[in-house]
């Protein structure tokens, strides 16, 4: 089995492959001052939980932006697993043509979700992935990365709004129907629902005109479900597997 672990900004995902299927998954709160040993610990109750050995993964992958964590999942790894990981863009490389100004500026993730969803979908294609930020990444008809757009996330927006204004309250995140709030809490709903649904359409359009031709658009991350549901023609499919999934592909390409 593999293990395959991508550390985000706001959590850190673990999911356990066994060939190409996903045994089990789970996520862990980024911290940056957690310690191998807790690390170990919600790892050890995970594999409990999903009946799996610790003996039985023979390798694990990570793919990071979070740098300040990696000693402690590194640390985990070995103590509690018995394996040295694999690290995207450290000791394995991600098997895409990066055609970035600076390539090793982009994150890892965002490289490897190119990996994932090329092999599934094709190219040309518009990756949006919905995280601590808002990441859209272009890749040609030949699955080359040609670049992308970073914008603020949408609970990096609430935010800033609530901090900022003395009278405004915290709103839960949902669907609306109308852009015409009834009361407060449904005018902050709207305003943000199809700000942030206006915001993802326009970078789409915009980078679809450049390149001249049609892309598809793949949605990934915690909050995509909730933009395709404010806008169904928006995506042509949302993968939540999306990074996870780019890992393994990576080990299995390096394994070959």
């Known amino acids: 089995m593999l293990l395959a672990i991508?550390?985000?900004n706001t959590n850190i995902e673990f999911g356990v492959y066994d060939g190409e299927q996903v045994k089990a998954r789970f996520r862990l709160g980024t911290n940056r001052d957690i310690t191998s040993d807790e690390i170990g610990l919600f790892l050890t109750q995970f594999f409990s939980i999903n009946e799996i050995e610790h003996g039985q993964i023979e390798d694990v992958i990570i793919s990071t932006v979070v740098p300040q964590v990696m000693y402690s999942v590194?640390?985990?790894?070995?103590k509690y697993v018995g394996r040295v990981p694999l690290v995207v863009g450290e000791n394995i490389a991600c098997p895409i043509e990066n055609l970035y100004e600076h390539p090793r500026e982009v994150g890892a993730d965002r490289l490897v979700n190119g990996v994932s969803a090329f092999a599934r979908y094709g190219g040309p294609l518009i990756i949006v992935d919905f995280?601590?930020?808002t990441t859209f990444d272009l890749l040609s008809e030949t699955g080359a990365y040609l670049g992308g757009a970073i914008y603020p996330g949408i609970k990096i927006s609430m935010g800033a709004l609530?901090?900022?204004t003395a009278?405004?309250?915290?709103?839960?995140?949902?669907?609306?129907?109308?852009?015409?709030?009834?009361n407060t809490v449904g005018s902050v709903q709207a305003g943000v629902m199809f700000g942030y649904v206006g915001a993802v359409s326009g970078i789409v359009a915009q980078m679809r005109r450049e390149i001249?031709?049609?892309?598809?658009?793949?949605?990934?991350?915690?909050?995509?479900q909730l933009i395709g549901q404010q806008q169904p023609d928006l995506f042509y499919c949302i993968d939540r597997t999306l990074t996870l999934d780019g890992l393994r592909m990576i080990y299995e390409k390096r394994k070959q």
């Open 212 to 224: 001249g031709q049609p892309a598809r658009v793949i949605g990934t991350g915690g909050l995509a």
């Open 6 to 8: 991508d550390i985000g």
């Open 162 to 164: 609530f901090e900022k």
């Open 167 to 182: 009278k405004l309250p915290r709103v839960e995140l949902v669907r609306v129907d109308s852009a015409i709030g009834r």
């Open 74 to 78: 590194q640390n985990a790894m070995k």
């Open 131 to 133: 995280g601590t930020a």
